[in-house]
């Protein structure tokens, strides 16, 4: 941030430092970054290789959505190289049990030398809501 490092193993994955692989990640397995300027990058700790001075990325994951999700995706890149995605998504057991799978798929020939020429990952995540009642109850004697 602003001329300052930040090496990978100092991006939180959902929070949590020294989750990432050290070279590549697929963006088909990310909701979103999260960029936390200055002091806010102290929220989630400070980083354990001390190289976020300036601020913390955060990557979070895909997590089960609330309607059911069926998505799937293919197409061509320059250089001739294909790509097919799949992302599926169901809650099961009143909405409290959530299921996410995402899937991708890279062959060909890459735009650039440097890019991986193939790619098969996939991602599968289970995610629970507990729902907590508390009743207080006043009682008062005469």
Do not use: H
Request: charged content about 20%; overall charge positive.
């Amino acid at each position: 941030m602003r001329g300052l490092p930040i090496y990978s193993d100092d991006i939180a994955y959902n929070g949590l430092y020294g989750l990432l692989p050290r070279q590549y990640m697929g963006t088909e397995f990310v909701e979103r970054v999260e960029v936390l300027r200055g002091a806010n990058a102290f929220l989630n700790g400070a980083a354990p290789g001390g190289s976020g001075l300036g601020g913390a990325i955060n990557i979070v994951p895909k997590r089960a959505t609330n309607e059911p999700l069926n998505e799937v995706t293919a197409g061509v890149r320059s250089g001739g190289q294909y790509y097919t995605a799949g992302d599926f998504s169901r809650r099961f057991a009143d909405d409290r049990i959530g299921m996410r799978l995402n899937m991708a798929r890279r062959d060909g020939t890459p735009p650039l030398t440097v890019n991986l020429a193939s790619c098969r990952c996939w991602r599968w995540a289970l995610t629970t809501r507990t729902v907590c009642a508390f009743r207080l109850i006043w009682a008062t004697e005469a």
